[in-house]
T-cell receptor
Framework: DAGVIQSPRHEVTEMGQEVTLRCKPISGHDYLFWYRQTMMRGLELLIYFNNNVPIDDSGMPEDRFSAKMPNASFSTLKIQPSEPRDSAVYFC????????????FGQGTRLTVV | TQLLEQSPQFLSIQEGENLTVYCNSS?????LQWYRQEPGEGPVLLVTVVTGGEVKKLKRLTFQFGDARKDSSLHITAAQPGDTGLYLC?????????????FGKGTRLSVIA
């Protein structure tokens, strides 16, 4: 397996534009997590899914953020409209079975909103 | 409020020195994990500890889970430049919402040759 795949690796957009980040988890993994990483706040959990169903989205900062998982092999995180303070590295991670097992992270998407 | 506090935030040492980094919380965790993250990459799991008082060794790295399962430490013996990176602890809380994989902000380690 190629691991967790995120796209794009880098995204530069203007304030007010819509941004969509994509994630393909490892095949067979039943949990998927979206995190945001900044120097100030570290790695923050935004939302996670179990078997494609959103379980906890309390970390989503505002209504401008939304996430979907239409099937077991694909998830998106959308920001609309984007703001400069959304600039960060966004990670997707997947887990097989339970939270005691290893979380496999993608390489992240570095988002810059100017 | 950060559920997991890591210290120190930054650490710069010479090759060959020993070091310990800490992960503390007021919450009890079912399990705790340590990850290492290198620039431009996602975190990679080093170890999972489950039992209070548990000690695990991974070559020159020694991990300990506190007896009360509220804290953990990572000790590196004879640090090498290849140990450079961001060390993150992550835990899942025992009760009350059970949010999995809450991360600390990390300790950024630099080992100078």
């Amino acid at each position: 397996d190629a691991g967790v795949i995120q796209s794009p690796r880098h995204e530069v957009t203007e304030m007010g534009q819509e941004v969509t980040l994509r994630c393909k988890p490892i095949s067979g993994h039943d949990y998927l997590f979206w995190y945001r990483q900044t120097m100030m706040r570290g790695l923050e959990l935004l939302i996670y899914f179990n078997n494609n169903v959103p379980i906890d989205d309390s970390g989503m900062p505002e209504d401008r953020f939304s996430a979907k998982m239409p099937n077991a092999s694909f998830s998106t995180l959308k920001i609309q409209p984007s703001e400069p303070r959304d600039s960060a590295v966004y990670f997707c991670a997947s887990i097989l079975g339970s939270v005691l097992t290893e979380a496999f992270f993608g390489q992240g998407t570095r988002l810059t909103v100017v | 409020t950060q559920l997991l506090e890591q210290s120190p935030q930054f650490l710069s040492i010479q090759e060959g020195e020993n070091l310990t980094v800490y992960c503390n919380s007021s919450s009890v965790f079912s399990s705790l994990q340590w990850y290492r993250q290198e620039p431009g990459e996602g975190p990679v799991l080093l170890v999972t500890v489950v039992t209070g008082g548990e000690v695990k060794k991974l070559k020159r790295l020694t991990f300990q889970f506190g007896d009360a399962r509220k804290d953990s430490s990572l000790h590196i013996t004879a640090a090498q430049p290849g140990d450079t990176g961001l060390y993150l602890c992550a835990g899942d809380i025992v009760a009350g919402g059970n949010t999995p994989l809450v991360f600390g902000k990390g300790t950024r380690l630099s080992v100078i040759a």
